[in-house]
């Protein structure tokens, strides 16, 4: 419990320390299977994460559908997600015409993306790596000036598929700049999975340093089976919001090797266990990941689900 209670020092000064799981299944965790997900099935997963416990959710990406197919029916899931004051939708978008179709649904949070490296911002977003951080910022002041949330990813945060290490220094300096389009948060992504919790740890806390005040999410893919542990290094250095997918499911089209993300169910196992609150519940999760292998039909990778909860001492 001591890692726990400097975690809690860090937050609100009293109570359990807490830490929001978004869940991204319904879009990083599809959007590079080649077997087409329907529609319904995508909205009872959904449906599946409220039920145990989960507040916001990635629900789709406004991209072009000829290159993510899986993402196709953005705009007809979105229509039919419940309704309820406490949930936060997001829908991803890469540039001024996925904000377009963003802002004509009723999702209350754009996510825009910026990438590290000029390779791969230019295969996943046909810009340079300063473009995509110009173009992110502008749709952060769009979606505020329309009312909505936005917030801004650093992908490849950690490491570029193409160019390999990315200087820590260099992705503050990009942080900065997204701050000054003033999102509701600065997310980390590790997209290919090569971070370890030192450089996590690095990197997060540079960011805080910098830009004081300014939330921090991280996204982590489980790629060389470091993710839980970047999960905790990222918790334990100020990070307020971790990413994660039911199963683990997850990858990137235009990043080879990103594999799977942190399950969701994994995380929640890892920092319940911990001290830490989610507000999620791990039997809801693991019948829903359950559900989700059905539907994908394979087993998915989390641990967790496999392995079943393990009963406190009474």
């Known amino acids: 419990m001591v890692a726990s209670l400097r975690i809690e020092s860090e937050r609100e000064g009293s109570g359990l320390a807490k830490i929001e799981i978004v869940e991204v299944g319904p879009r990083d965790g599809l959007q590079n299977e080649c077997e087409a997900v329907s529609t319904a099935n995508k909205l ?5 994460s409220i039920a145990a416990g989960v507040r916001r959710i990635e629900v789709t990406s406004f991209v072009n559908p000829r290159k993510v197919p899986q ?3 953005a705009e007809m899931l979105i229509a039919q997600l419940p309704d309820h004051a406490d949930l936060v939708y997001i829908g991803l978008v890469l540039n001024d015409r996925g904000a377009d179709r963003a802002l004509n649904t009723k999702v209350h949070e754009l996510g825009a993306v910026c990438v590290s490296s000029n390779s791969f911002a230019m295969r996943n977003q046909g810009q340079t790596s300063a473009e995509s951080l110009q173009v992110a910022r502008g749709i952060v002041r769009r979606a505020i000036g329309a009312g909505r949330r936005a917030q801004i990813t650093i992908g490849a945060a950690f490491g570029c598929p193409f160019e390999g290490e990315i200087r820590p ?4 300096d990009m942080a900065k700049r997204a701050a000054d389009a003033y999102p509701s948060e600065i997310v980390l ?19 805080r340093e910098a830009v004081p005040g300014m939330p921090v999410r991280c996204h982590f893919h489980n790629t060389r089976n470091t993710g839980l542990a970047n999960v905790w290094a ?6 307020s919001t971790i990413d994660a997918s039911l199963g683990g499911l997850g990858g990137c ?5 990103a594999a799977g993300n942190v399950p969701t169910e994994d995380v929640q196992y890892l920092l319940e266990r911990s001290g830490v609150a989610t ?3 791990l039997g809801g999760l693991i019948d829903a990941s359950r559900w989700f292998s059905g539907v994908m039909g394979k087993q998915l990778p989390s641990m967790v ?8 001492a009474v």
């Open 44 to 48: 009872e997963l959904i449906q599946r």
């Open 71 to 73: 993402m196709a029916d």
């Open 169 to 172: 220094d260099h992705v503050l």
């Open 189 to 207: 992504a590790d997209t290919i999975g090569v971070a370890v919790p030192g450089q996590v740890t690095e990197v997060i806390g540079m960011v």
């Open 234 to 239: 990222a918790v334990e250095a100020g990070a």
């Open 253 to 257: 089209p235009f990043a080879p090797g």
């Open 279 to 281: 507000g999620l519940h």
């Open 305 to 312: 689900a496999q392995a079943g909860d393990f009963p406190r």
